[in-house]
């Protein structure tokens, strides 16, 4: 019943930018926090950006200054715009109800972004 679903990933230059959306349905959007989280191949899961049930965001080092998180409760859905993407961008971006892997209990099934000449 809960499911969290990304969407908006793609091929994109350097320099170009993408917005990221997770929709949430089956549970209440506003009483969890919700995390972006991406992973490279080779590479750990790391996360990118959080945002709390009352608004309060986190971001990443690599992404500060670049990357916005936001949510609409009314549309069930979180948004993570990328700025400024970078090749080291790359990697499979996914949601989840929570700012840390460990608190971690659903998760999407992931979008490809690619940041490439």
């Known amino acids: 019943q809960v499911q969290l679903v990304e969407s908006g990933g793609g091929l994109v230059q350097p320099g170009g930018s993408l917005r990221l959306s997770c929709v949430a349905s089956g549970f209440t959007l506003d009483d969890y926090a919700i995390g972006w989280f991406h992973q490279a191949p080779g590479k750990e899961r790391e996360g990118v950006s959080c945002?709390?049930?009352?608004?309060?965001?986190i971001y990443g080092d690599s992404v500060k200054g670049r990357f916005t998180i936001s949510r609409d409760n009314a549309k069930n859905t979180v948004y993570l715009q990328m700025n400024s993407l970078k090749p080291e961008d790359t990697a499979v971006y996914y949601c989840?109800?929570?700012?840390?892997?460990?608190?971690?209990?659903?998760w999407g099934q992931g979008t490809q972004v690619t940041v490439s000449s």
């Open positions: 945002i709390s049930n009352v608004g309060n965001t």
């Open positions: 989840a109800t929570a700012c840390f892997e460990i608190g971690a209990v659903h």
